[in-house]
């Protein structure tokens, strides 16, 4: 293998989605055909940020981001501040840039566009491409039901409460990874402790509700059931996940947790009592168990 040349897929990769990992597989095939190494140039920002503004709710920070991308078989990760410079760059110089630094060849998607005024289109990158001899190859859009699979139809699914069809789409469970923060340990008070989350800023929060999870930790996946929202019912404030992971002795605090979203269960709602939370908890918790048990 060619440790210094590497076929890059370029995209944002937005929850690398099936449509994402059509481009991460031919990525690979191109790269072992080539003997070379595949990997993912992406940005450290949306570029709708600058570009449009805004930027959409991402799915995944850029670590987890990372994570699913080294998980789909890729050797390198190249994150690319999306600045103004870049934003103003010439598409070709923006290729020429990437030889600079070992790219031998590229994998883009058919509606791809890149450099300033978005002038970059896959056609203009597959001439660069066989005018310099290097291999390439420009991937059909993916569709599911009808649907074409992408980072904005996830985002309305997991905004509607529907993790397994956003799941379907993304080939892997919609997940969230961060450090476990002490709340106010209420869940103890009544023999059901919480690994509390928060969302990070930019990131995307599905609806408000109880979820069936798994949840990941040193190697090992635990159930769970997670509320994601304010937590009415004990005066909460602000956004989190709190997952009460099953069959799960020990103190989380500080220690980084994955939780993957499976199965949408009820609204987050109000209750009289923390005895009726607790009761009600006790059914999400057997719901969950056998949610798990059927798909083993």
Not at 26 to 37: I, S, Y
Not at 65 to 76: H, K, N, S
Request: aromatic share 8%.
């Amino acid at each position: 293998m060619n440790e210094q040349k590497t076929i890059y897929a370029l995209g944002f990769f937005d929850g690398v989605h099936l449509g994402h990992q059509a481009l991460l597989k031919q990525c690979r095939e191109l790269a072992a055909k080539h003997g070379c190494n595949a990997g993912v140039v992406t940005f450290t920002s949306h570029p709708d940020g600058l570009v449009l503004g805004q930027s959409p709710a991402l799915l995944n920070t850029s670590d987890d981001r990372a994570r699913l991308l080294y998980a789909y078989g890729v050797d390198a990760v190249k994150e690319i501040p999306f600045d103004r410079e870049l934003m103003s760059t010439h598409w070709s110089a923006f290729l020429n840039s990437l030889v600079a630094i070992g790219a031998a060849g590229f994998v883009c998607g058919d509606d791809f566009r890149f450099g300033a005024g978005g002038l970059g289109t896959p056609k203009k990158l597959a001439a660069y491409c066989n005018k310099r001899n290097l291999p390439y190859a420009v991937v059909p859009e993916q569709v599911m039901d009808g649907e074409r699979i992408s980072s904005t139809r996830i985002r309305e699914l997991l905004e509607e409460g529907k993790p397994e069809k956003a799941g379907q789409m993304l080939g892997h469970p919609h997940i969230l990874t961060g450090e476990v923060l002490a709340g106010k340990q209420l869940g103890r008070t009544i023999g059901i402790p919480t690994a509390n989350l928060i969302f990070p800023e930019g990131v995307i929060v599905p609806k408000f509700g109880v979820y069936a999870c798994k949840v990941g930790f040193n190697g090992k996946a635990y159930s769970a059931v997670t509320n994601i929202g304010t937590r009415p019912t004990v005066n909460g404030e602000g956004i989190t996940a709190e997952a009460h992971i099953l069959d799960f002795e020990g103190d989380l605090y500080g220690k980084e947790i994955t939780v993957a979203f499976c199965k949408f269960l009820r609204p987050e709602q109000k209750f009289a009592n923390l005895d009726a939370l607790k009761a009600q908890i006790a059914e999400d918790i057997a719901q969950t168990q056998g949610i798990f048990k059927q798909t083993l």
